[in-house]
């Protein structure tokens, strides 16, 4: 038989030692990256698509028949299931002529829990369940077979998905050049808004009433989020079967996240990402640091001792528009998103009392305007976007994306939503999202330790670790503190004052290290009382913005001196919130 | 040349109940290599160096295991390479995986049949030692 040379240097990535240096899927290397070569899922995958099939959706019509039927979904974002085949990634499972595949065992899954629980709230007959999956006791088989699902668009493209877990690197740690371990970017698998084709036959026929039962059971089961990781956004369709906590539109531009191959993407989960770093942080400013992170844990889910475990809390982003354009050029190239949609937070499982369900609904609301009012979402969400609030910066077209700018879309979430709109009511809403907080860790059977709050976190939410200041500007161009973080707030005059800078120092942060301030210009939006109808305000839009400053002091001389600097007022700015010093 | 039964199933009862031993939990890794054959032999030999180190039981599970298939292997006159190799070192392990693939196709596939086997015995042997976990 002929020998191959060097075999070795050619067998595809699949078939390699899962070591580094010869095929390792999850780790990204940043060696690789800087070198420009691929990383190894980069391979793996152009192996994997290079000789694999696409279905066309012609040949894969919706079909009816009284013994088989088919229907396709698509899925909103993107989609991902663990064939549980390979240890060290999450890929899908693979089927016949290289096409991802969901197995009919996880859709009979899906489908019985769907029917188990329509049985129980009555809105199907008893018996249901067990006469389309089967009878475990009685050992008979049920009438349904459940064929899965293949996609029938063009499922390669945007596949290597890079999931990048940093909540300790951005709340708790205090130096953060310093990145805890577990928080480095990897790399996983997942169909990119896939329409996937279900299908499911009968061992006999099937009037056509039974067969519209039979989907809408089906209907319910994907509404619950279809593979794995639904709580983080993944696997779900434009509706939702869960019991709906909250839902506000919203509004949003700023840096796009980049895929490994560097195209830009729109990633809902940079919401939870951000509700889930606030409520940490509140709650680690009430109580300590384990019952903070317990109580994060429950709400959104996670992993601690390597035990996943299911939050309370799960997500939809149902976008109604979505751009990706390109900003900057040369090194500073980027994409950047402009999005609307609604955003819809449910319950992905039951409360352990009923009775908590107000307070959560209310401490979901107060964590999204908390989110809203002092901060944004995605990356650099520490910054006011700076296309829209300091337009000279970009003059020279050689700089960086900064920032990002978000606001409530439409009278009814705003109505709902605004909470300030005024200089006067920021230390209120702060006081009263504390408030919540506190409400559900007693909801929660956890003792309130308020005195032992986690005062070892960079950015707990304690009045003694964070001041709120804040002044109202006319409009976006009046933004005062913008400039601050790009040169020196202070002019040196001889023998008066020295120069006073946060520019390039550790307050302001810098590539690999979180800078002790976030910057926000709000937009005020004042609601009058309407008198004719007490319940609906009336809304005004307004041209001014509040503009926020929230530091974490952190005992720096370059911290000091730029509170110092605060104290003296400049530009109107008052202290909002926090110990004053 | 008479028949000769290579006792897969003796050496497979063995590699259990040592596993067993040490870590009733790292058992379960046999259904693992079960699936890993199907990669073919490089993949198979490298996941006790992706474990080393993190998983030791594991990881000295497959080692073992390896370590066997290269004794009946020998027996029956082919020469399965098994070198002494840190995860750390990439040259050790380049060294290695040009060695497997550099082995005569017909080699491989015997040497794939006979792992597949022996992973069936040792998923077999895996089911009857099993411990389950205490509920509680």
Redesign the interface.
């Known amino acids: 038989?002929k020998?191959?040379p060097?075999?070795?240097k050619k067998?595809p990535m699949?078939?390699?030692?899962?070591?580094?240096?010869?095929s390792q899927l999850q780790y990204l290397d940043p060696k690789k990256k800087k070198a420009g070569e691929k990383q190894d899922v980069e391979l793996w995958a152009d192996e994997w698509i290079d000789k694999a099939e696409l279905i066309s959706g012609e040949n894969a019509q919706d079909i009816t028949t009284d013994t088989f039927q088919a229907k396709s979904y698509q899925i909103s974002w993107r989609f991902v299931t663990n064939g549980g085949?390979d240890?060290?990634m999450l890929r899908p499972v693979i089927g016949a002529s290289g096409i991802p595949f969901y197995p009919g065992s996880s859709m009979k899954g899906a489908f019985r829990q769907a029917c188990e629980q329509l049985e129980k709230k009555g809105d199907i007959p008893l018996g249901s369940c067990n006469n389309y999956c089967g009878d475990d006791l009685e050992i008979t088989p049920g009438l349904l077979r459940f064929q899965g699902a293949y996609p029938i668009n063009d499922w390669t493209i945007g596949l290597l998905d890079l999931v990048h877990p940093q909540q300790g690197w951005q709340v708790m740690t205090r130096d953060t050049n310093d990145k805890p371990r577990g928080e480095s970017a990897y790399a996983q698998i997942s169909l990119y808004q896939p329409t996937l084709r279900f299908a499911i036959s009968c061992s006999k026929p099937l009037l056509p009433d039974r067969w519209q039962q039979i989907w809408q059971i089906w209907e319910q089961a994907i509404a619950a989020g279809l593979g794995s990781k639904v709580s983080t956004g993944y696997g779900q369709i434009n509706q939702t079967s869960h019991p709906i906590v909250y839902r506000a539109k919203l509004k949003g531009q700023g840096q796009a996240a980049k895929l490994i191959d560097d195209t830009g993407e729109f990633r809902p989960n940079i919401f939870r990402a951000a509700i889930r770093g606030h409520a940490l942080r509140i709650f680690g400013g009430l109580t300590d640091s384990e019952t903070a992170q317990q109580l994060v844990e429950n709400l959104f889910g996670g992993i601690q001792q390597r035990e996943a475990t299911v939050g309370l809390l799960g997500f939809q982003f149902q976008a109604s528009k979505s751009d990706i354009k390109p900003f900057g050029s040369g090194k500073y190239a980027q994409p950047a998103y402009e999005v609307e949609g609604e955003l819809v937070w449910f319950l992905a499982k039951p409360l352990a009392t009923p009775n908590q369900e107000l307070i959560l609904k209310k401490l979901v609301g107060k964590l999204m305007q908390f989110a809203m009012i002092l901060g944004g979402f995605g990356k650099s969400w520490r910054r006011v976007d700076h296309r829209k609030f300091f337009e000279e910066y970009y003059e020279d077209s050689y700089k960086a994306l900064i920032g990002c700018h978000w606001q409530w879309l439409g009278e009814n979430t705003q109505g709902r939503n605004v909470q300030v709109s005024g200089l006067k009511q920021v230390s209120g809403f702060l006081d009263n999202v504390r408030q919540t907080a506190r409400e559900w860790i007693q909801s929660q059977n956890n003792p309130l330790r308020e005195a032992e709050w986690a005062q070892d976190w960079r950015e707990s939410w304690h009045p003694s670790n964070v001041q709120v200041w804040g002044r109202i500007a006319d409009n976006a161009d009046e933004s005062a503190a913008v400039r601050w973080f790009h040169k020196p707030y202070q002019q040196r005059i001889q023998g008066i004052q020295s120069e006073g800078s946060i520019y390039r120092s550790p307050v302001t942060g810098k590539i690999g290290q979180i800078s002790l301030i976030w910057h926000r210009m709000y937009p005020l939006i004042v609601l009058r009382r309407d008198p004719e109808n007490p319940r609906k305000p009336i809304i005004r839009p307004s041209p001014r913005y509040l503009e926020i400053i929230t530091i974490f002091p952190d005992e720096s001389t370059e911290s000091n001196d730029f509170l110092d600097f605060m104290n003296s007022h400049p530009e109107q700015f008052e202290q909002l919130w926090g110990d004053k010093n | 040349m008479g028949w000769n039964s290579y006792e897969l199933d003796r050496a497979a009862q063995k590699l259990v109940l040592d596993a067993r031993q040490r870590d009733p939990q790292s058992l379960n890794q046999s259904h693992n290599m079960r699936m890993a054959v199907a990669y073919g032999l490089e993949r198979f030999w490298g996941e006790h160096l992706r474990l080393k180190g993190r998983e030791e039981t594991k990881s000295i599970f497959w080692k073992e295991t390896w370590d066997a298939l290269q004794r009946i292997m020998q027996n029956s006159g082919v020469t399965i390479p098994n070198d002494a190799v840190v995860p750390s070192n990439t040259g050790q392990i380049q060294t290695m995986s040009a060695k497997l693939w550099a082995l005569p196709v017909e080699d491989q596939r015997v040497a794939i049949a006979v792992l597949t086997q022996l992973c069936d015995c040792l998923v077999w042997w895996t089911q009857r030692y099993k411990v389950r976990r205490e509920r509680p």
Do not use: L
């Not at chain 1, 699949?14 to 010869?22: E, G, H, N, T």
């Open positions: 038989m020998v191959i060097n075999a070795h067998v699949m078939f390699r030692a899962q070591v580094r240096d010869r085949q240890d060290g």
